[in-house]
């Protein structure tokens, strides 16, 4: 077991130069645009110049039912990533961007842990290569080019109450969901209620991370719909000429991040949807350039496999017409043990009783995941206190619903610790793909939401609210009934109820508002209460963040 | 004459890796942090590191009373750093990073024009390293951490009505001047009337371009007052505990940005703070750093020298113990034309009587520059339709205010159009420095306010607004009397009339209000109408602002 913390581990890494990351994909290093000596993107031209060429194989890394207890998604995507280079394939791993502002009330989030982690962490949860800067900026400009039309005699007859595109900041700050705006007079323009959301869940950062190419961007964020005219027929970004100068804004972002995790295999950190209102995965444009680059890439997707991996399979691989070869399902011993009712504070003593009741959450997300034609491997992450009955419980499992399970010991030793996963997964990934998107796209909006609820969720019904019906045959009446969903719910249960673990079934889905991202290409539908903008607890992580005398940043992690 | 526009020119400028354009500096190539092939920061640790280095010659740029007609300040101060290179001298240039929000509604601002720019144009006019983009993430850390501080119970005892803290965005946004937040009950907080600022009317602006280094920025930011409790007194931003994390947000921003004019002399670009509400001048930081590395660092400062330089030597070189060695005033026949009372569209026939006129108010900048014990040379900026008479005009005035003036071509020609002016500094700075600060820190706030009105803009009074008087004593009992002034006025006047060109005397200046800005060490001094957050025209340049074929910017310039 590593005795150091995370950051401990991340700040002594010795990293090489990028380029030499670059070299181990084929990048040349005029291909590289530096962002100091251990970060770069890949430049656009080169990226570009992929097109065509042959792709390796996709792997998706997912897991249970989140709960307090951790499960390490991220761990294990790179732990995988650095035992497949150790067993010598050309890897790449493909992760999210972090978001900036979360730091400043809970601690940071690394990027993976002990030996498995993708480095430099610190810039990465701070300002990285400035892709979030850049979002931000895009969508504040359609804002101020939104209120500046109405300030201008509001040619294009906009209801200012009708106006759904708000503003966004990369910070936790409650303070701003809910404004009025334009007070002061006539000179600041018409008073309305606005407000802000977080920068992860812009609309813009759904878009970079679909979009193809920065053709394929500006025309989706010209698609954007930011609210509608008095009769109200819808207003596009492209109705206020601001998709041009959004996409300048965003030319470098939309530019694949590269750095490196602790054994020097790369890794394109590369944009950071919401995986509620958003599809919460890295861009298509990295998966995309590290598949043609590389013979594997891991790539995770958030939350539990009914919210990540769907979403990851119905927008990003049916969109981006991606076929993942293989999926890795990640539980802990102490997260089945959740799963399986025991409380966080009881975890300590061995429970094989609890660890076969949370198997049936495990066992859910294995049925569902090869539903869509994705062969599946279990990672047992394990963790100290895992006593070997326990492990075998979950091991009898899987073995039972026909599915490999693997022991994996990253954590505490690097890929060495996921080779035997690593072979697993080539084993899957050699048989050619069978994925199919759960639901046609021509299938209705409603009857997708309920494809999904039934199906995935296992839930007797969904139930809309008033005029939800109404307003998905007029967003299919009006051309984007082939659009896919994207659920926002609880995480922490296949239901809408968070406490709610293991495998419930029957449960009702009520479905309280739906919202057209036209520009993404996805209906959102909002299946409980969903924050966009977090605030800040009582005593934020900002009080104790500070550059030691070192010069290095402590109290971020 | 070039007949390509500034953009065109920049476009195709062979630009030499940056190591090289270090190098000539002596920087070594491990303390350049790469921002793409053609930007760099130098590391904080170089930095330090050069700490006691005896320094170059510091030459402040400044300019007549701005005109529509242009002066052509940045583009001499580039040509002047390309001549005095051209000359053998070691060169540096110190100029301000640019503001992104204002390129959405006029076309964007070159860093200088024609054969003397600094490249890459339009990076420095976009995101450039990220620095406006960490002062908004820190500043608006503050402002979340205050509304924060609020909904916790506001064990402070802060009056919300009394918060001046504000929020900044870099955008052009009259929407957001005026706002009531904390709309929408009980879990956002508690509803209170704020505003959005652009990010340069940032004090963490003002502040990373003073602070000496990592140390002094982290006490300066915590020294911000953001308001004031219900018994009156100041609250802090360090009562909050928020300047180690604005500090870690400031990190990379402090740390000084290396290009190179078309002609690969070094120029830092770094920090660039409004020239009314702050003092209008790059960074110490990187003057500083400039001053160890160079023989001869070029600088400028905002506005016309009433303004601009009056700024530069009463509060930056006060406070930085910096001693400039010569000043250029930037004078060109078509501004002194207007000066001299010609209207825009009548610039175009010869009027030697005009040019006349208007010397009075170039008269008026050397007499005050002078008085602060700086020599100083004219340079005239040469225009294609300027005749022989009017330019022999300006060079008459000057002989016989026993002032050298230098006809300059840098504009057509770069550096070589300069040489002349080049060697004129150079003879200039040669004498040991004389300059003197035009008041003394324990003059009382008020007297320092009049001092720069009667003995700079030739004021016969300054008259503050009710409750001002009793409001800078009450500063001056609570220790910040010692701070210098900075006065916020209309450029284009000496008087606060932005009518009346030339050279007016003997008018009163209204004092409407004044700031403390106890972070950044000056107290603002307001008067006339200061906007502190722009809108966008009717027309925005945005609309036009896109991605050519070329994967060029178009509509930005």
């Known amino acids: 077991m590593a005795a150091r913390t995370d950051i401990e581990i991340a700040r002594v890494a010795v990293k090489r130069p990028i380029r030499e990351i670059g070299a181990k994909l084929g990048i040349p290093v005029e291909a590289l645009i530096p962002y100091g000596h251990d970060k770069a993107k890949v430049a656009q031209g080169f990226v570009a110049g992929l097109e065509g060429q042959a792709e390796g194989k996709l792997i998706l890394v997912t897991a249970i039912s989140p709960t307090p207890a951790g499960e390490g998604k991220t761990t294990t995507t790179v732990g995988l990533g650095d035992a497949l280079a150790r067993i010598g394939k050309r890897t790449a791993i493909c992760i999210r961007e972090a978001s900036l502002g979360p730091n400043f009330g809970m601690k940071g989030g690394a990027a993976g842990g002990g030996m498995a982690q993708i480095v430099p962490m610190d810039e990465m949860n701070l300002h990285f290569t400035g892709d979030f800067h850049a979002i931000t900026a895009a969508h504040n400009l359609l804002s101020a080019l939104i209120d500046n039309h109405l300030y201008w005699g509001n040619a294009l007859d906009i209801d200012p109450r009708r106006i759904t595109w708000r503003r966004v900041m990369d910070m936790n700050d409650r303070a701003l969901r809910d404004m009025v705006v334009g007070l002061g007079g006539v000179k600041n323009g018409f008073p309305r209620q606005t407000g802000f959301d977080i920068t992860v869940a812009s609309e813009v950062m759904a878009i970079l991370c679909l979009a193809r190419d920065l053709a394929d961007l500006q025309d989706r964020l010209g698609a954007i719909v930011i609210g509608a005219r008095r009769d109200q027929s819808p207003v596009h970004a492209r109705d206020l000429k601001a998709e041009g100068a959004m996409t ?65 399979f119905d927008i990003k691989c049916r969109k981006a017409g991606l076929a993942p070869a293989a999926a890795v399902i990640v539980a802990t011993v102490r997260a089945l043990k959740m799963n399986g009712g025991t409380a966080r504070a009881d975890l300590g003593p061995e429970d094989v009783a609890a660890v076969e009741r949370g198997c049936a959450n495990l066992g859910r997300h294995i049925a569902n995941t090869r539903g869509f034609g994705v062969p599946v491997v279990v990672a047992i992450n394990h963790f100290t206190g895992d006593t070997a009955a326990e492990m075998a419980a979950v091991q009898a ?31 899957l990934a050699d048989a050619p793909s069978t994925f199919t998107p759960l639901y046609p796209d021509d299938m209705p909006l409603l009857a997708k939401i309920e494809t999904v609820a039934t199906r995935i969720y296992h839930a007797a019904e969904v139930v809309p609210e008033a005029g939800i019906r109404e ?31 293991g495998a419930p079934s029957g449960h009702s889905v009520p479905l309280r508002e739906v919202r057209l991202a036209a520009g993404a290409g996805f209906v959102v539908a909002i299946c409980g209460e969903i924050m966009t903008m977090p605030g800040l607890p009582r005593v934020p992580a900002a009080e104790s963040i500070r550059l030691n005398a070192a010069g290095e940043i402590d109290g971020l992690f």
């Open 248 to 312: 300048v804004l965003l030319k470098e972002a939309m530019q694949p991040n590269l750095v490196q995790t602790l054994e020097h295999t790369p890794a394109f950190v590369h944009g950071g949807p919401f995986a509620n209102i958003a599809h919460g995965c890295n861009s298509v444009i990295a998966t995309r350039t590290a598949l043609r680059l590389a013979d594997y890439v891991v790539t995770e997707a958030g939350f539990g496999a009914d919210l990540g991996a769907e979403k990851f």
């Open 397 to 427: 499992f899987c073995a039972a619903q026909g599915v490999q399970s693997v022991l994996c010991r990253h954590w505490a030793e690097g890929g060495a610790g996921a080779e035997e996963l690593a072979h697993a997964v080539v084993a």
């Open 471 to 501: 307003q998905l045959a007029a967003w299919e009446a009006a051309g984007h009934g082939h659009l896919p969903v994207c659920i926002a719910k609880t995480q922490y249960s296949f239901s809408t109820d968070p406490t709610r673990r």
